[in-house]
């Protein structure tokens, strides 16, 4: 059980250093408490004291680790019921399923065309994690040989899903050396189960009929000292399913709940009949509160969209994605190549360089920092001011590789270019377009 804010202000120093951050050692205890700061704030704290507050200052979802690789992923560390609270912190992880059935072709061919379903948007590359082997059949080796394939062959990471022990052990002799998910343990294995997920150090699922019938379970593994828990509550009824999701998120959060502070698991692929209706559903899980969702295949069509929600979902509310300042060479330019200059918001960024690269202009973009700010928002609040954009000019690097005196500003930073003018004597100040739909045209007519 967490402590309260007050059993926490007994083990603090009590001097009200205020180096916190906050005026007294009370103040920084009740933020501890209900997850608004971090231990680490305080740098008085005694060993002795730490130990005794792990507790306190971990997040009430634990985080867990699944997979190994560059499709590793974390899922759980989360500390609020609303993004806007604060911010969510780790995505929800895709996977999709395969029997144990499966033919060796079918499933060479699934891995391949689920492989190429991969996304570069804001300098992020958008993909699925991982594929589920669902015993089908009771055969450990047929079981075990799919999950080599997958773990070998691939770099997705693996959700053994089957309730046999005997079958799940092949599975993670098969392929634990990817660190898969063991899914699942219920009240008659968890003894067995829980063993091998502790000898082998793997994130496990427990699974039950309701959210209280999963304390006593997770009750066992933390006995064991075994703390990669994800909770699956056993509902295949999307209704019954969501108010499941929502009553362990409360549970854990606002209640204080460790014994439901895991994250989750859904199945959209055993709630439909038809991919459509799963992605949808999955749609569901990914914003209310599940931590991976199974789905029965990968498609363009559906995952592209789940994808990008789940970046919208899982990108900090309260800190605009940026890119670093500096010079960004477009289409092999040289030293007579035009030179624009924009913000640093990545949005911005993406859509300016991604016309430019369209135009097959070559080209130089210097981009500035604008604390993530849009050009027009940048401007009203000062970050994009003629004096910056002339200081950065000068720093940047720009006169080093081109010729070049003519400085193309975004339309909507018209307002600026005198000032650009007084900082760069000699140089020309162009106004580009407003939209960026239209940099191609304008790039074109400058060299033709
Ligand atoms: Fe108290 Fe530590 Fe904060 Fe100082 S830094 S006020 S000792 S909690």
New binding site residues.
């Given amino acids: 059980m967490a402590l309260t804010g007050i059993q926490i202000f007994k083990l603090?120093?009590?001097?009200?250093?205020?180096?916190?951050?906050?005026?007294?050692?009370l103040a920084?205890?009740m933020n501890l408490a209900s997850g608004k700061a971090e231990l680490d704030?305080?740098?008085?704290?005694s060993d002795e004291a730490r130990e005794q507050l792990a507790e306190a200052s971990a997040p009430p979802i634990l985080p867990v680790e699944l997979g190994n690789g560059v499709r590793k992923a974390a899922v759980g560390g989360e500390t609020v019921l609303c993004r806007h609270e604060k911010t969510f912190f780790n995505a929800t992880v895709f996977a999709a399923a395969v029997g144990s059935d499966i033919a060796d072709a079918d499933l060479e061919t699934k891995l391949r065309t689920w492989n190429a379903f991969q996304y570069e948007r804001v300098g992020l590359n958008l993909r699925p994690e991982m594929v589920a082997v669902k015993d089908v059949s009771g055969d450990k080796d047929a079981f075990a040989k799919v999950a080599k394939t997958i773990a070998e062959t691939s770099e997705f990471n693996v959700i053994l899903m089957t309730e046999n022990v005997d079958v799940m052990k092949a599975g993670v002799e098969a392929c634990g050396f990817k660190n898969p998910l063991m899914c699942a343990a219920t009240a008659d294995t968890i003894d067995e189960m829980g063993a091998i997920a502790k000898e082998k150090d793997l994130p496990i699922v427990v699974k039950a009929d309701s959210p209280e019938a999963l304390e006593p379970l997770t009750d066992k593994l933390v006995a064991l000292g075994h703390k990669k828990v994800i909770l699956d509550a056993g509902s295949r009824d999307v209704k019954q399913a969501l108010e499941d999701q929502v009553a362990m998120r409360r549970s854990a959060l606002k209640n204080g709940n460790r014994k439901l502070g895991f994250p989750t698991i859904t199945f959209p692929c055993e709630m439909a009949s038809s991919l459509e209706m799963e992605t949808l559903i999955a749609g569901m899980f990914v914003a209310k509160y599940g931590s991976i969702v199974v789905l029965s295949d990968f498609t363009g069509e559906s995952i592209f969209p789940l994808l990008l929600e789940r970046l919208n979902i899982f990108t900090d509310p309260q800190r605009p994605m940026t890119v670093t300042e500096g010079l960004y060479p477009i289409n092999n330019p040289d030293e007579n190549s035009p030179i624009l200059v924009t913000t640093n918001f990545a949005l911005t960024y993406f859509i300016v360089s991604g016309e430019i690269e369209g135009s097959k202009v070559p080209t130089w973009l210097l981009i500035k920092d604008s604390e993530g700010l849009s050009v027009l928002t940048a401007w009203a609040a000062g970050k994009f001011s003629g004096d910056d954009v002339g200081m950065f000019v000068k720093k940047c690097g720009i006169m080093d590789k081109c010729k070049s005196t003519e400085l193309i500003i975004p339309g909507y930073a018209a307002a600026i270019a005198g000032d650009v003018e007084e900082e760069l004597p000699g140089w020309k100040i162009t106004v580009g377009p407003r939209e960026a739909a239209h940099i191609p045209a304008f790039l074109k007519s400058k060299i033709a």
């Fill in positions: 603090l120093p009590k001097t009200n250093c205020k180096e916190c951050g906050v005026p007294t050692c920084f205890a704030s305080c740098p008085y704290v």
